[in-house]
């Protein structure tokens, strides 16, 4: 029965209302039930509703047929959780009075969930019931010729978390009184208070706002104190000048007084026990009148209200949910013929329905004016009746008023919770357009300072099923909130996959497209994608936009048959209607004539704000990408009106904000469009940018767009240049997808339109920073992602140097060097950067470190030196480049007979830096220590050296090529390096220590420096299983020779005893157990139980235990088969022995 429209209202700025319809304004309407059965025959002719509330899923209906009607939600279908529905619980039609010829039906519902009981005003007679199903409690309870019931704290929370026990205080307005009434286990009056004819009462604590038929009122209900306030009607003038503000105290009375138990009020009429609607009395609520009435209202026009004088006091004025007011007595004398001095006549004052809101814990907002068709004012005063903010004007006097919203209000019709929410102030009220009368609802703010010179207005109007039905609109703030989705949301903000180039067929496109994702690498996983996953993303987007499309409402607005929820606008909804609007041009999208003031105002209207919600964030980067991306569209177009200068830039600002896609931007630029790079998952963007985007790319405009990089307006250049270099300060960032695509896309536009805008460029290197060449230069210096792209172009553009200069990005020194000679050897090169190249070179070789390249061999220019001749010439010539050359020859070349020279080279470095500086050797020391200080698993100490290497230390990388020669399978002298190494104090020479202790066959020293000096437990089981042939892995991962179970077994032991000499107990025992556990099998049992400490757990050493006994069994268990199998071998040979002896027979043998 209830439904989500998205369609079902109209809003515009008040007082234009045949301007473009659309949903701009601060509320929507949204369908909470539809085609309300008010009758349960179904003629509904005549009937209408008079009030709704809602709490827990339980909506309550009172009609005016007098009947309150109760619907329970369902839950939603989990396939479609936007499905909500109503079902009807019951239809109760609540006891009344008799007495009265008026009636209006059900009045008012007042839910009490604090103590899960309601109160129902319905024909004047005020019933209770229990919650939520509606049963009558307090017996036959009920209270008679009650205007109004209401008045509950609402400083306290109304929730059904508080006390029960505590009860809840209620004001009834009965005719000649105020009666105080605690609503709990029981119903009991607690005081009178004589304040007759009152019709509407708000309270705050102990301070009640009450207005009777004329004025308002503030009551101290605790002190019995009353502050007049204005009249209703700013034309009566009965209520005298200096009463009004002062203080009055009406606890004196002979009439009032405090009810201190039902015991007290056994003087006062009781509820009568004969109406045939009602019930037998109370005591609980002795106190409640029931006396006659002695006039009854009558209904009055719902559309005008107005009267020509004011009731008797005895008369009981409408409620406020009724918009009428009792006629004149008709029996009371005509007033006498004014004298020859009488003064001329006054207007006759017209009877206006008071409103009571309160938006603060500190304030009341009431509701003046001077006729229904006239406008109304609303005052603000606070708990002394003083006036505390500016007015707020109305342009019709309302029927009702409900404000929402505002930094006190936990309880608005907003998306999410803010500190400072807006506040307004909603009017149900009826309005003359040019097409007529409308009903409908005017929003405003009411917090507003006051500063602003105009205040804004919307209207909103309720789209009724039935045309011609003209009915005014109620509005409600209810007890419950309801959670609701906004489609519209979870469209725009859910992410989609978008293809730039779909659509184009042209064969030129699609041969550029081939080539494009030939060269394009997958960033991503290089296995298949998985299958569905293009459609688990889209649920979890949805999934995720839906949370954020969520809104929470406890606004009721209904007309005829429709009840409605009014929930805030979301600002996306509100200020994309403002950017729809700007795009529209007599019906069709013309990027040409854009208004673009239009959709910069939308911008600014957020700029500089800060989100206070994940909501806020995600909508102002949608709105920003989706402004951007029509602006786009305008640039590309704007021939006819061109953009300045500040545009282009607030343009700009507005892309690179907005953290768009970058790829999204430039398919939208013919020119540059084939750079872009997708990897297999494509492009995600918000399904609203995405739908933007791709009406423009298939609509008429694009095709006649620039399709050339040189025929771009030099504007868009600029721009794509300044926005593009913005985008490549963002590498790094975490919060880029796709970063890899998406910055070689950056790199290869970016590239493309320097290269373009520097063709005109005069030739020569660059000479202002601030120039094209310079910041190309920069692009290539810095390095580009697209590498092999960025290269194309440059030979493309014929831009040999910027070449040469990508390439020494990468330090791709011979390629540097083959570009400078193709410069040379004269290749065209529109730059003419490259000035006096030999010069260039020479410089460039004495830079570099590749001896390859230095070295490098020219047969048809030098002849060839042999290495010994070479080593001999630089000994004498340049002795510090000996190193250099050697290191070329053993790892360039691989002549392993110059290992020893160079062992000796690098040992020499580390040695002399040792010897010269106590820090030096501190430096060393400490090494060992930060490496012991390691968490298992940790990298060898070779790759922990390498990893802390610092990159102009000499010293360091030297004593990492020694390690690397001394761990090779390389011949040198071990004894001489011994001795070399044996001149430094306190070993700090450790590794190069351990392995020439392995070469010289002294294991158990090498294990026992691995165990205690280096503390690197895993390596020493290494060297175990390599039977002692290194403390490293070869690099090429080959083996010297394979070890014998008899080496090994022994190292194995060794490892043991080192092991349970740790001085660490806690690493003792760790490690001594894992190398039983995993390596149990090279050990015997008895010999690990005798090294084993008796007051060590069983545990350390359980899994050895286990393992070792299982291999016991094993053994055994091969022992019995063995044994088995020998006894059948054994049967079987004895078998054939036995046949062939009877083959052969019997033999005698003749005696010598």
Known sequence: MASEDPDDQRSSASGSFDAISRSDGPFVLRTLLDEVPLSADG?????????????????????????????????????????????????????????????????????????????????????????????????????????????????????????????????????????????????????????????????????????????????DVDRQLRIPLMTISSLDDSQPAGEIGQAQDIAGSTDGGILRSASAAHNRPLLSAGDPHGHARSTSLGGLLSGRRDQSPRAADDRVLQGSSPPTPSISPRPSGEAQVP?????????????????????????????????????FLLVTGTGPLDPGIGMFVNLDGDPTRPTVEFDRYPREVVVDGGSTDLSSSKMTLGTDEEGYVIASMTKDFESGLRHGLEIQRWDSDGTDPETSKWWLEADSVNKDETSPLGIRSLMGTDETHFDEIIDRLCQRKFSPFSGTSSLEQMTKERELFERDVDSQEEDALPEGWEDSRNAEEKEFARRLASANSRIAVWSGNHIWWAIRNPMLLRLEAQLDAACEQEGTFNPAKLDRHAIFTVLNSFRGQDAKSELEFVTFSYLRQRAGVLLLTSLLHATESPFSDAEVKALEEVL?????????????????????????????????????????????????????????????????????????????FGSVADESEVFRTVDAALLLILLELDQNSPKGLAKKSSSVRSELYDVVDKGVDCFDRAAGLLETYHRLFVLSRLYQSRKLAGDVLATWRRIVEGERDDGGELRDGEQRVREYLTKISSQALVFAEDKGKAPKF????????????????????????????????????????????????????????????????????????????????????????????????????????????????????????????????????????????????????????????????????????????????????????????????????????????????????????????????????????????????????????????????????SSAENLRVNHDLIVKVDEKGPSIEAPN
């Open 327 to 363: 006629p004149p007595s008709t029996d009371k004398p005509l007033p006498a013929a004014p004298g020859p001095q009488t003064s001329p006549t006054k207007p006759t004052p017209v009877f206006l329905k008071p409103h009571i809101v309160s938006p603060t814990g500190e304030e």
């Open 656 to 732: 690179v904000d907005s953290s768009l896609d970058p790829r999204v931007v430039l398919s939208l630029v013919p020119g540059v469009r084939n750079e872009i790079v997708e990897s297999r998952r494509g492009i995600w963007i918000f399904g609203g940018v995405k739908t933007t985007t791709e009406n423009y790319l298939e609509s008429e405009h694009f095709p006649k767009a620039s399709h050339s990089i040189g025929d771009l307006d030099i504007k868009v250049m600029q721009f794509l240049r300044r926005f593009l270099s913005a985008w490549r300060k963002k590498k790094g």
């Open 866 to 1125: 042999e290495p010994a001749d070479v080593v001999e010439i630089l000994r004498e010539e340049a002795p510090d480049a000996v190193k250099y050359y050697l290191e070329h020859l053993v790892f360039g070349k691989g002549h392993t007979g110059y290992v020893n020279d160079l062992i000796a080279y690098y040992l020499d470095i580390v040695i002399s830096d040792l010897d010269s500086s106590q820090e030096r050797r501190d430096a060393f020391a400490d090494t060992y220590t930060a490496y012991r200080a390691l968490q298992a698993p940790k990298p060898t100490y070779r790759q922990f050296l390498t990893d802390n290497a610092p990159e102009e230390d000499e010293v360091w990388h030297s004593r990492l090529r020694l390690l690397q020669l001394l761990g090779g399978a390389h011949h040198y002298d071990a004894a001489a390096i011994r001795d070399r190494i044996s001149t430094l104090p306190d070993e700090l020479l450790v590794p190069e220590i351990i392995i020439l202790d392995g070469r010289e066959r002294r294991h158990e020293d090498a294990i026992r420096l691995l165990v205690h000096k280096l503390g690197d437990y895993d390596t020493a089981v290494s060297y175990c299983l390599r039977g002692g042939s290194s403390i490293y892995t070869r690099p090429d991962g080959r083996r010297e020779s394979t070890p014998t179970h008899e080496m090994q077994a022994r190292l194995f032991r060794a490892v043991l005893g080192e092991f349970l000499a740790i001085e660490d107990v806690s690493d003792q025992i760790e490690q001594t157990g894992a190398l039983l556990e995993r390596f149990g099998g090279w050990f015997d049992v008895e010999d690990v139980l005798a090294l084993i400490p008796d007051e060590w757990s069983v545990d350390v050493v359980a899994g050895f235990l286990v393992t070792a006994l299982r291999r016991i069994t094993q053994e055994r268990h091969e022992t019995t088969v063995t044994k088995a199998l």
């Open 43 to 219: 003629a509904a002719d005549g009937v209408k509703i008079n009030c709704v509330e809602y709490l827990d899923h339980n909506l309550y209906v009172g009609t005016s047929a007098s009947e309150l009607l109760h619907f329970v939600q369902i839950p939603p279908d989990p396939a479609d959780p936007t499905g909500r529905s109503f079902i009807i619980a019951s239809r109760l039609r609540p006891a009344f009075s008799e007495s009265s010829s008026s009636r209006p039906g059900v009045q008012q519902i007042l839910l009490l969930p604090k103590v899960g009981k309601a109160c129902i005003l319905c024909n004047w007679t005020v019933t209770f019931y229990s919650l939520p199903e509606l049963s009558p409690v307090f017996g036959t309870t009920q209270v008679k010729n009650c205007n109004w019931v209401g008045g509950v704290d609402l400083n306290q929370p109304q929730d059904d978390d508080g006390d029960p026990a505590a009860g809840v205080f209620i004001l009834l307005s009965l005719n000649r009184r105020i009666q105080v009434v605690r609503i709990g286990e029981v119903a009991r009056a607690v005081k009178n208070i004589d304040v007759p004819g009152t019709t509407i009462s708000v309270r705050r604590d102990s301070i009640a706002c009450v207005a009777d038929a004329r004025s308002y009122s503030l009551l």
